[in-house]
């Protein structure tokens, strides 16, 4: 480039440079001064300071089991016509759950049903014995077959003394009396047929209609119930956890269909050791955790002490008992839980989730909500009892709701928008 030119071309540079540099300035100053708008609340978890009974403990870890747990099956083979529930539906105590295709079954009873209609219309027959029209009948029959052979004799003796002349042939003799013979026949067979419309049924031909009605009202009875069980329904409320069938499915006698829990009531299931089983008995009290809803304490009694131990382990199996519809039905049958079955003296303690309780120079604190807003309170913890831990000193009451998550870089007297922890 050439020389002569840099000169013109440096000095507008420099007054370019020197009118941006206050402007500049003056807008990165605008920037600095804008007000910042203020901070929203802070979004906060909270737990509940809770009391509860605290002593000597056995520590064990186990799983919730439903209390009754049933895998339900067809007593009859069939096809599945209908599926009626989910997984995860909730049922009621003869809840109808499913159904095969009922067409043979009810052919079935309605052949049954006839059939054994039949049977009781002959056994009344039998002993309400003949109406007296038919038994005039058979003995105006009879009166006509006696004259018959009345004249069936005479026509036979005039036949034997032609026969006898010479006048009549042995065919016609003999002619004569077979229909002498048969006309007799005839008076015998009306005569007994009156006896019996007379004297009526004898009575093991009754009884042996009797026999054939009850075998026949238990096949009716059979074919019901073969009706009736191709419908599954519910033994006990509860819940659906398994369907392992669809419809159009053939299935036999005894496939599972559909399994069903009833968690209103559940166990811990879980071991001690040798050294503790001496002190664990059925009735003493429980305090379960588990980690699905931390913070959180069920309170159970000891149900069951299996009194052999398992050869391996040589720990022995113990169950807790829980009512879950007091905890809502929060927990749920696999559930790994951890127990505390006291067994010494209990004392009641406030506790408090173990997440609400931080540490700093001056000491242990949890925040408190009040009015939406956290207020530092200086505490001082004890005991441990699954997730919580005891509070030896505080201004803290149960119910008192304390901030579980969220509490790290939160600030006394700062604004929180609280929700309560499931």
Do not use: C
């Amino acid at each position: 480039m050439n020389s002569r030119f840099a000169p013109p071309v440096l000095l507008r540079f420099f007054v370019f440079f020197a009118a941006a540099v206050p402007l500049l300035a003056s807008t990165s100053g605008a920037v600095r001064a804008q007000p910042r708008g203020p901070a929203g609340p802070v979004a906060v978890e909270v737990g509940r300071v809770q009391e509860v009974p605290i002593g000597d403990s056995v520590r064990a870890v186990g799983n919730i089991a439903a209390r009754r747990e049933s895998s339900l099956s067809f007593s009859v083979s069939g096809q599945i016509e209908r599926l009626l529930v989910e997984e995860g539906d909730r049922v009621a105590e003869g809840q109808a759950l499913a159904a095969l295709d009922p067409t043979y079954r009810v052919i079935a009873v309605a052949e049954a049903e006839a059939s054994l209609a039949g049977a009781r219309a002959v056994l009344r027959k039998l002993e309400a014995g003949y109406l007296k029209t038919e038994i005039a009948e058979e003995t105006a029959r009879l009166e006509e077959r006696k004259a018959a052979l009345a004249k069936a004799d005479a026509d036979l003796e005039r036949v034997k003394d032609l026969r006898a002349k010479g006048v009549m042939s042995s065919l016609e003799l003999d002619a004569a009396v077979a229909s002498q013979r048969a006309a007799a026949a005839r008076v015998k067979e009306t005569e007994a047929a009156l006896a019996i419309k007379t004297d009526g049924f004898r009575a093991e031909d009754v009884e042996a209609q009797s026999a054939q009605v009850a075998r026949l009202g238990a096949a009716l009875d059979r074919a019901r119930e073969d009706l009736k069980n191709a419908e599954l329904a519910a033994p006990f409320g509860g819940v659906v956890s398994r369907r392992e069938r669809d419809v159009g499915e053939w299935t036999e006698v005894g496939d599972s269909v559909v399994t069903i829990l009833d968690l209103d009531d559940v166990d811990v299931e879980t071991f001690v050791i040798e050294a503790d089983v001496g002190r664990v008995k059925p009735g003493l009290d429980a305090l379960v955790t588990v980690d699905a809803h931390p913070g959180e304490i069920f309170r159970g009694l000891v149900r069951t002490v299996v009194p052999e131990a398992d050869r391996r382990s040589r720990t022995f199996a113990v169950k807790i008992a829980i009512d879950n519809r007091a905890a809502n039905l929060k927990l749920k049958a696999g559930m790994s839980a951890r127990a505390e079955i006291l067994v010494g003296e209990k004392e009641p303690v406030i506790v408090v989730s173990r997440d609400a309780v931080l540490k700093g120079p001056e000491g242990e604190y949890v925040f408190l909500v009040r009015e939406g807003r956290a207020r530092r309170v200086a505490v001082e913890t004890g005991r441990s009892v699954g997730g919580l831990v005891e509070l030896k000193k505080g201004a803290l009451a149960p119910g008192d709701p304390v901030v579980v998550t969220g509490n790290e870089t939160l600030k006394d007297d700062a604004e929180v928008r609280s929700t309560e922890r499931s």
